[in-house]
């Protein structure tokens, strides 16, 4: 059986393998579950981003890069819920309000 370098053999003895649990120690299909997992939420992640960029194309000052700073000013939020519900915001009255008064809305 192949052992990653910081697992130990438990393969002989099965039920030591649950002993482990939360210990730290990995099997080598545990942590080719882990990346898998790991690049499925990269993915989405990827999907997500790309599905906020072309949903926000063409909207004065919003520009989607990122999860953090490109929704700091509220106006991606905004331009999101007015693409898909253009009757619940006047987008082009949020342009130079701060951010606080962007939230009020």
């Given at each position: 059986?192949?052992?990653?370098?910081?697992?130990?053999?438990?393969?002989?003895?099965?039920?030591?393998?649950k002993?482990?649990?939360?210990?730290?120690?990995t099997?080598?299909?545990?942590?080719?579950?882990?990346?898998?997992?790991?690049?499925?939420?990269?993915?989405?992640m990827?999907?997500?981003?790309?599905?906020?960029?072309?949903?926000?194309?063409?909207?004065?000052?919003?520009?989607?890069?990122?999860?953090?700073?490109?929704?700091?000013?509220?106006?991606?939020?905004?331009?999101?819920?007015?693409k898909?519900r253009?009757?619940?915001?006047?987008?082009?009255?949020?342009?130079?309000?701060?951010?606080?008064?962007?939230?009020?809305?």
């Amino acid at each position: 059986a192949n052992v990653h370098k910081n697992s130990i053999a438990v393969a002989a003895v099965p039920s030591a393998k649950k002993g482990l649990v939360g210990t730290g120690v990995t099997s080598d299909a545990e942590e080719a579950e882990e990346e898998t997992e790991e690049q499925n939420v990269r993915g989405a992640m990827k999907a997500l981003l790309h599905w906020c960029q072309k949903n926000t194309a063409g909207y004065r000052g919003v520009e989607v890069n990122n999860f953090t700073t490109s929704w700091i000013d509220g106006l991606a939020f905004n331009a999101l819920i007015h693409k898909h519900r253009p009757d619940l915001i006047d987008f082009e009255s949020l342009w130079g309000k701060s951010p606080f008064d962007i939230l009020d809305n």
